[in-house]
């Protein structure tokens, strides 16, 4: 598998066309989300070692490339970073991805010259093809006891695959033995509307469209005299699967699986596409458009021009996850319309289905931090991240410095009420500043709901801090549906068995692959057809789909779901034998 000249060279001639497949994005808040339904919160972590995140280390830095993007990254000159400078002597010269990370990797793999540390994602098949990074597993045994004790049970779930048993990437983007408790997605809709409407049920598409219909009807501007806008996608490269197809598979009563659905019983993959209810999805939003809810400019605007327009607060409806037009709603909170912003609906296509946003993964494994094998110093780079694993180092990195960011009271951490204030109505500045949500994908940590030694959460996402979060605006909204989190109104984990292959999205597979190489085709058809379909005459849907159908059966699509059918049969193997 590894350092083989042939994958080499077609590494090579691909890395060009290289794109992003076989990703969910959830997004990392999903994730967690997703996780582990026991409730940890009965038990504390006790007994951190944290003896190395004590030594006094001589300075070094570490060149880093992440796959997800931070733009308000200040090169660890916030409060946290440099408390973890202090504790550990390492800094960080880190690039995020700008454009496409899939094609990033790709070049960083051919090219011989590797970050010390890379975040790679569902793209770690291409450093691994490359034989460029490190087997942690000894690493971890002689110097990361942080790391042992906190992967625990879960160690074997580290392994890359069956044949291949090395420790490439520390799991990140998921905490150990975490439960949900806020929900980031689902369908989103500007709390002036739902006020307006005297809360209305918003359980369905047609709900969801008569709420925007009944309230564009009523205020076809806004306050500057702009037109309001309906429902907005992002369709922009990846983007597409966030907001245009992913939630065909929610809103017909599916797990978030990537590009497939997985039969629970017998776990083979079908391209999730191919089944019938999400072609009816997709009618619906042919018909958003036809009758003028759908945001004309879905399918070329940038993302930079979907983040103005929902900053600039038309935009009425939104189908997204949180952390991608965050930055948007972070814009109108911070000046004070707050009744612009948004609430989470569990939307689905009838009320026969569920959304399954909560349905547990158990611990998933996959997305994480490596160490590649031109570090200057594994060793550090090991121990550094067994700092931020350790107990010390997750409260930091999610609560802040003593003092500063909370305060110990009567033995509970407390976030002060002029510290919470900022982090809800200036959050930009704020992570900044204090640099809280920047380190957690770069260090393995504990999930929500998880106790300390202390009996405190390690982290700051459980539901009387959540919903201390919320502003007025909110507060009143979700008064007037009767609840207290926006998770009430979703389905819950108890409504769901545990998923024994975690998420197929992170499966990654070897880039020659016949799964890899046809799951590019399939992308390129289903980009262009699936725009196509929403913004066809409604007479011509069916038509068109029959040829998206037709289109992708020609290119190979039930080769690929077989041969991706292998690879969620050997995870649950791997994970569950």
């Known amino acids: 598998m590894k350092g083989k000249t042939g994958k080499m060279i077609l590494t090579l001639i691909l890395v060009l066309s290289l794109t992003i497949t076989m990703i969910g994005c959830s997004g990392n808040n999903n ?10 919160s009965k038990g504390a972590v006790k007994g951190s070692n944290d003896k190395q995140a004590s030594e006094k280390l001589a300075p070094i830095t570490f060149s880093f490339f992440a796959e997800d993007p931070n733009p308000n ?84 779930r580290l392994r890359y695959s069956e044949t291949d048993n090395s420790i490439y990437a520390l799991p990140t983007y998921a905490g150990v033995d975490g439960i949900g408790f806020s929900a980031t997605g689902g369908f989103e809709l500007q709390h002036r509307v739902v006020k307006e409407l005297g809360y209305p049920k918003i359980r369905t598409v047609k709900d969801f469209e008569n709420a925007i219909k009944t309230y564009l009807d009523k205020h076809p501007t806004n306050e500057k005299g702009e037109k309001n806008i309906g429902l907005s996608l992002l369709a922009e490269d990846w983007r597409i699967l966030i907001s245009v197809t992913n939630p065909a598979f929610f809103t017909t009563g599916a797990p978030d699986d990537g590009e497939y659905y997985i039969n629970p019983e017998t776990y083979e993959a079908m391209y999730h596409f191919r089944r019938p209810e999400e072609k009816e999805y997709f009618r619906w939003l042919n018909h958003m458009n036809d009758i003028g809810l759908l ?90 991240l067994d700092y931020l694993a350790s107990e010390e180092g997750q409260v930091l990195t999610y609560w802040g410095v003593e003092g500063m960011h909370y305060v110990v009271e009567n033995g509970v951490r407390k976030i002060p009420q002029e510290i919470n204030d900022q982090k809800i109505n200036d959050s930009i500045n704020f ?16 999930g929500d709901g998880v106790k300390d030694s202390t009996g405190n959460y390690i982290t700051t996402n459980f539901p009387e801090q959540i919903e201390a979060s919320y502003n007025d605006v909110e507060k009143e ?13 979703f389905p819950g984990e108890s409504e769901f068995p545990v998923k024994p292959w975690g998420v197929a ?66 995870r649950v193997k791997l994970w569950n034998e």
């Open 31 to 40: 994730e967690e989300a997703n996780n582990s339904n026991v409730n940890s």
């Open 431 to 446: 992570s900044k500043k204090t640099g809280i949500g920047f380190y957690n994908n770069i260090g393995p940590h504990y």
């Open 505 to 570: 999205w992170n499966i990654s597979a070897p880039a020659d692959s016949k799964v890899s190489v046809l799951a590019e085709k399939m992308k390129d058809i289903t980009w262009k057809r699936i725009p196509e379909a929403i913004l066809a005459k409604p007479e011509k849907f069916d038509a068109i789909w029959d040829v998206y159908m037709k289109d992708v059966e020609k290119a190979g699509v039930k080769e690929m779901e077989k041969e991706y059918t292998k690879l969620v049969q050997a």
């Open 295 to 384: 945001d004309r400019e879905s399918f070329i605007q940038k993302f930079d021009q979907y983040k103005a327009k929902i900053a600039s607060g038309s935009v009425l409806g939104l189908i997204d996850q949180d952390w991608e037009y965050g930055d948007g709603e972070r814009s109108l909170k911070a000046e004070g319309k707050f009744d612009h912003a948004y609430g989470h609906y569990p939307v689905t296509l009838n009320e026969q289905f569920k959304d399954h946003s909560f349905q547990s993964t158990g611990f998933m494994a996959g997305y994480g931090i490596s160490i590649s094998k031109t570090c200057k110093d594994p060793v550090r780079a090991i121990k550094f």
């Open 477 to 489: 909204v979700l008064t007037g549906y009767g609840i207290k989190n926006w998770k009430e109104l």
């Open 73 to 156: 990254w200040v090169d660890m000159r916030d409060d946290i970073g440099k408390v973890i400078t202090e504790k550990t002597g390492v800094t960080l010269d880190a690039e995020f991805a700008v454009g496409d990370p899939s094609q990033k990797v790709s070049l960083i793999a051919v090219s011989g010259e590797y970050p010390d540390l890379i975040s790679a994602k569902n793209d770690i098949n291409k450093m691994v093809d490359a034989d460029a990074l490190l087997d942690l597993t000894d690493l971890i045994e002689k110097h990361a006891p942080n790391i042992k004790k906190l992967y625990g049970k879960y160690m074997k």
